[in-house]
Nanobody
Framework: QVQLVNSGGGLVQAGGSLTLSCVLSGRTFSTYTMGWFRQAPGKEREFVAAIAWRDSNTNYADSVKGRFTISRDNAKNTVYLLMNSLKPEDTAIYYC?????????????????WGQGTQVTVSS
């Protein structure tokens, strides 16, 4: 059974940085494409970033491109999301997710496993 535990959220001022982490257990991490989604109050869960397992190809939402960086450390079974130049509109619960496919897709329905979410709040 795959389990995802994410951490690293918190409160930060606009322009600041945060790094989120997510640890996968129960299966071989290196064979899972990993992603991050977020959900703000009253809004649907939206794609943020993903990194493929086979070639570490990355995919980003336009709203975070150039500010966020997704990376993975297969030795630590961990995926990271480095968030720079944070804006108040980045405030949301951030969810780590995993899928067996090789493509770093932005399609929420193609992800199988989800973490519990971590709150990120950006103050203006």
């Amino acid at each position: 059974q795959v389990q995802l535990v994410n951490s690293g959220g918190g409160l930060v001022q606009a322009g600041g940085s945060l790094t989120l982490s997510c640890v996968l257990s129960g299966r071989t991490f290196s064979t899972y494409t990993m992603g991050w989604f977020r959900q703000a109050p009253g809004k649907e869960r939206e794609f943020v970033a993903a990194i493929a397992w086979r070639d570490s190809n990355t995919n980003y939402a336009d709203s975070v491109k150039g500010r966020f960086t997704i990376s993975r450390d297969n030795a630590k079974n961990t995926v990271y999301l480095l968030m720079n130049s944070l804006k108040p509109e980045d405030t949301a619960i951030y969810y780590c997710t995993a899928r067996r496919g090789a493509v770093a897709t932005a399609n929420r329905d193609e992800y199988t496993y989800w973490g519990q979410g971590t709150q990120v709040t950006v103050s203006s």
